[in-house]
């Protein structure tokens, strides 16, 4: 109690310290009158908002940056002045100025094209990466996603986030990924603020995400802002395309197992702009090509469907409506499944004045899944379950002066839990209705941060997030013994409050520029987990049953560590950087030994707990533009799980401890029509678990196991290769196709899938280790264009 | 119908899974594996019918050991229920098998029993025990149904017969012309009664056979035990851990449970049945 106190005292002191207008005591100040410069980068082409833009004040050499509407503020003082405005892959913009007040000014800026004979000037060289005061955060945008080869040329914006240093996925060719040993549903993924339950498709093999209505992606790893709440490792924050408002345009491409459109463009120019995006796979139609007829009824795909439009009302108030709708279907005449997510952002963006921008939105957010046997046959069943999020947003930046920039705003969701209801549809079905009882919960946070800045090379970050969670009926609340078996049972009435978590989340970083050309960054920060997936396994079903903290279960806690070194080679502008990280996560959860998830009325009972520990040192080498241009990546890390009643209560290392991991993407431009582009990757091999040992019930010979995760499967590696082949540019010619080959797992490495152990069909008594291999070469090709 | 459909439903899934990448592949590899400690081994049924019982003691072995399993001979072996005791005696030297007295059969809701004194210790221990009861469900089967499925070319045995409203586990099995099919963990099939409890199954589908294995004349049998819980929660951990797992399916390994104290492995299972058989006439 007495901790909580105290962080509350220090919340209510940060509150006051913002309230005292810094201007008064601002150093800045005393010398010239300041003016407020504001506005929104936009590239200049197509009207796209850019978010995270520098701005630089060149008298003062300090900076700012856009936010994610593309806003940006910032104070400078009267007189002759400039701004260089600059942002990754564009031409960087000076501004000169001569402030007489507050101005508001747009500004656009033009996208890079890079070509053989222009030597490419960054503007004044801003080493961006520097003077960002956040660290353990990685940017990608869809143009490099684009270029990075992808299984059956699916580009795939999980899988690019895999290929970052600290990041692994949990199975080959999956799109799941765990985030410096965390779970994957310890990972915010959000599309336009809208949580995503189950970013996959095809069981897993390919993310949810249409890379072409994507404009950025932003993963954050430690050090995770204030404004973002509700999950333990990561933050996958996507943000869709808001629409061409300048021209009407579209892109798309032909692929092997896919195709995919993008229409967009102004609904009344520079006003009002819309964007809608599809994709389809196509395997089932290669089935109608089967002589096989029992394949014939099968019915196998994927679509996704995003769309947007925004609406500039004037100078102060912009409203965005955008939305995500996707399925996968399976189905013959025997059986059917479906799952899908599907989300609905509606925003308002209100400027109260040139310093102070708002955003409130309201959220939707679904993922439901569905399967049975048809009504039509005898003994036709289904089976059902759903995960709904109804959630209120109010978030404000306040840039306030030089020195600090403050947000502030909270969160309200309504979480409704369908775990699973099965029953039988015919009349005389033997089935009875199985139901694992509804549930709901209110989840709120409220934070405040603030960045501040202390003389020209010490920024302090220091936010606060308080989190709620409070469990309501009507639902049905089994009650356990120590023994994890269920002795009660308490019914509650409608809207009845039964049970409530809160928390403190303090969030607090420093960023010190050394020089120019290097920094130092720190942060201790924790997060605070309420809703948990029971998921056993380690690619992931679309079968995912989220549960609720509870009577039962603690919400899960994170403290993580980090500490990091930046430093750029200016001559070659090549990034590095040097991140080490410590995490503990508290009340960790995991599952009995042969635990059953699916259509457990008593789910909880099933649920060990215990801690996790991951600590690790992750570098990186990175070269953002020019004619070649990626990065390589390598990370040393352990992760180790510590759960009473698995492995005899011994420690274990998790499933993804995998201690080296090396990531190398590399673009090389040859020449103006032609790209080349590889990917390696290399980890060590997965824990696992392998029998010491057999015994014979029956006939059938059955495993005695080691210790949890005390072998491992061979190494990983891997190398994907892709060739670009442009059309001619010709002027006025608006149709710009490509030709993309990609070649997966270019030298047919046999990555096992998994190890089992079985006995001879053919010989009794003989037991043999059998490995799966997923993929062998598997090139595909993709036309894509855009006009 | 949670294993007996669900599991072979999703599996259905994974093989389309398969044939969208065409190009998985298994191959056998060779492995090192460590050596685990000798643990003694039980494997014994009793059931209501009048008959001879049989206990199977045997060890465990390193996991590729490639033969039978080590018999664990001349160990004293009794049964008891209350205050009667029954000896049982090694079928042949050596075969590590026990056997009743042939007058011998369970009691429903009777507990039972078993003891093993060995003559040399296995683990450490010479004695062995193992403690189960005689499931109380009255149950019967009305009828059952070969039905042939030509999209698969399997046969399927469909259930005719009315759950009691208690709380059941049930396992099924198969014979042909009175030997066994359902040979091994995995032929077999074990379910509780969540879904159908107290309800008429109305012609369920409980076991599939493959068309080679069905010949018009033959008399198929259908045996519906019924189990304890215990035992159900160790067949399906028996099956899970025998059979081939994959990343997307199954949870981490994990070891067998068992009802043998002091340590061993396997199970001592009393259960009752009921059977029910019909000639196979030429269905397709």
């Given at each position: 109690m007495g901790k909580t106190y105290f962080l509350s005292l220090l919340f209510i002191s940060l509150i006051i310290g913002f309230a005292i207008p810094s201007k008064t005591f601002g150093s800045t100040s005393l010398l010239a009158e300041q003016f407020t410069i504001s506005g929104y980068v936009e590239d200049a082409e197509n009207g796209e908002m850019l978010i995270g833009a520098a701005i630089y004040n060149v008298a003062t050499a300090k900076g700012s940056s856009t936010n994610v509407y593309g806003y940006y503020s910032i104070k400078i003082a009267a007189g002759k002045q400039a701004l260089i405005v600059s942002y990754l892959g564009y031409h960087s913009k000076t501004i000169e100025l001569d402030v007489k007040g507050d101005i508001v000014i747009n500004i656009k800026l033009e996208p890079l094209q890079v070509s053989l004979d222009e030597v490419v000037i960054k503007g004044e060289a801003i080493n961006e990466n520097i003077l960002?005061?956040?660290?353990?955060v990685e940017k990608l945008d869809s143009k490099s996603i684009r270029k990075i080869p992808a299984l059956m040329g699916e580009v795939d914006v999980l899988k690019a986030i895999q290929l970052l240093p600290g990041v692994q996925a949990t199975s080959e060719g999956g799109s799941g990924f765990s985030v410096r040993g965390g779970s994957p549903d310890q990972n915010l993924i959000l599309l336009d603020e809208a949580l995503v339950y189950n970013p996959s498709h095809l069981l897993g093999f390919f993310s949810v995400f249409n890379n072409d209505a994507v404009k950025s992606v932003e993963l954050y790893k430690g050090d995770i802002p204030a404004q973002y709440g509700g999950r333990l490792s990561s933050v996958v924050d996507v943000r869709m395309n808001d629409g061409n408002s300048r021209r009407f345009s579209g892109q798309g491409g032909i692929g092997t197992i896919s195709s995919r459109l993008t229409l967009e463009g102004p609904i009344q120019k520079d006003k009002s702009s819309f964007m809608i995006a599809g994709r389809r796979t196509y395997a089932d139609l290669f089935l109608l090509l089967s002589k096989d007829e029992q394949l014939k009824n099968n019915t196998l795909y994927f679509y996704d469907f995003n769309g947007k439009a925004n609406y500039v009302i004037n100078d102060k108030n912009r409203v965005f409506i955008s939305g995500y709708t996707g399925k996968d279907v399976f189905k013959n005449d025997d059986f059917g499944m479906g799952w899908g997510n599907r989300t609905m952002t509606v925003r308002w963006n209100h400027l109260f004045n040139q310093e102070l921008f708002s955003n409130f939105s309201m959220i939707y957010s679904r993922f439901n899944y569905s399967l049975g046997?048809?009504?039509?046959?005898?003994?036709a069943f289904e089976w059902t379950s759903s995960m709904t999020d109804y959630s209120f947003k109010g978030d404000f930046t306040w840039f306030a002066d030089d020195n600090s920039l403050v947000k502030f705003g909270l969160i309200a969701t309504k979480h409704i839990f369908k775990p699973g209801t099965a029953e039988g549809?015919?009349?005389?079905?033997?089935?009875n209705k199985v139901e694992v009882p509804q549930n709901q919960a209110l989840e709120t946070g409220f934070y405040l941060s603030n960045d501040h800045k202390i003389g020209s090379r010490l920024t302090l970050k220091y936010g606060l997030r308080f989190s709620t969670f409070s469990n309501f009926g009507a639902t049905i609340q089994y009650l356990y013994d120590d023994q994890y078996v269920k002795v009660d049972s308490v019914s509650y009435p409608k809207g009845k409050f039964y049970n409530t978590y809160f928390g403190l989340e303090p969030r607090l970083s420093f960023s010190y520029i050394l020089n120019e050309i290097s920094s130092v960054k720190g942060a201790y920060t924790r997060n605070i987990q309420y809703v948990h997936l029971a998921q056993n396994s380690t690619a992931g079903t679309p079968l995912d049953i989220w549960f609720a903290s509870g009577p039962n279960v603690k919400p899960q806690k994170g403290d993580q560590f980090s500490l990091g070194y930046f430093r750029n080679l200016s001559k070659l502008k090549l990034e590095t950087s040097l991140e080490g990280f410590y995490k503990l996560n508290h009340n960790a959860i995991d599952f009995k030994d042969h635990a059953e998830l699916l259509l457990n009325q008593y789910l909880e009972g099933e649920l060990r707990f215990g801690s996790a520990t991951s600590y690790g040192l992750e570098m990186m080498l990175k070269q953002p533009d020019g004619r070649l241009n990626g990065w390589i990546s390598y990370t040393w890390s352990r992760t180790f799980r510590d759960i009473a009643g698995i492995n005899a209560g011994n420690q274990y290392p998790a499933g993804y401890d995998r201690p080296h991991d090396v990531s190398v993407v590399l673009n090389f431009e040859v020449s103006k029509r032609i790209m080349v582009g590889a990917n390696w990757v290399y980890s060590t091999g997965s824990p696992v678990t392998f029998p010491t040992g057999r015994f014979v019930i029956g006939n059938t010979i059955a495993p005695v196991y080691s210790d949890r995760n005390s072998y491992r499967l061979p190494d990983y590696h891997r190398l994907d290769v892709s060739f670009t082949y442009s059309g001619k540019e010709k002027p006025n010619k608006k149709w710009h196709g490509e030709w993309n080959l990609s070649v997966y797992n270019a030298y047919y490495r046999k990555n096992p899938w998994v190890i089992n152990f079985v006995a001879d069909p053919a010989q009794p008594n003989v037991t043999r280790a059998e490995m799966t291999y997923l993929f062998g070469i598997v090139p595909a090709i993709t036309y894509n264009f855009h006009f | 119908m949670k294993r007996i459909h669900l599991y072979k439903i999703i599996s259905a899934g994974l093989l389309y899974l398969v044939f969208i990448f065409a190009s998985s592949c298994t191959e056998i590899i060779e492995l090192e594996l460590d050596s685990s400690d000798i643990r003694l081994v039980v494997d014994g049924v009793i059931t209501t019918d009048t008959t001879s019982h049989f206990v199977r003691i045997t060890t465990s072995s390193s996991y590729f050991l490639n033969e039978e399993p080590p018999a664990v001979s001349g160990a004293l072996v009794q049964i008891q229920s209350g205050e009667q005791s029954v000896t049982l005696t090694e079928t042949n030297p050596e075969s590590g098998i026990y056997a009743t007295p042939s007058d011998f059969y369970g009691v429903k809701g009777i507990q039972y029993t078993l003891s093993i004194n060995l003559a040399k210790p296995v683990g450490e221990n010479t004695d062995y025990e193992a403690v189960t009861s005689m499931p109380t469900t009255e149950f019967s089967i009305d009828s059952i149904v070969l039905e042939y499925q030509e999209v698969w070319d399997f046969y399927l045995i469909n259930l005719f017969a009315k759950d009691p409203p208690t709380t059941d586990f049930y396992k099924i099995d198969a014979l042909r012309n009175g030997e066994i099919i359902t040979d091994t963990a995995y032929r077999s099939s074990v379910t509780d009664d969540r879904f159908f409890n107290g309800n008429n199954t109305n012609g369920l589908s409980v076991m599939f056979l493959r068309a080679d294995e069905v010949n018009p004349g033959d008399t198929i049998t259908l045996v519906l035990s019924s189990i304890t819980k215990e035992y159900y929660e160790f067949f399906l951990e028996l099956q899970a851990e025998s059979g081939s797992s994959n990343p997307l399916f199954s949870g981490p390994p994990a070891n067998i449970s068992s009802n043998i104290q002091q340590g061993g492995l396997g199970f001592f299972s009393a259960q009752s049945s009921v059977k029910e058989s019909l000639v196979v006439k030429d269905l397709k």
């Open positions: 960002r005061t956040q660290m353990s046997v048809p009504e039509n046959q005898p003994n549809l015919s009349g005389d079905t033997p089935y | -």
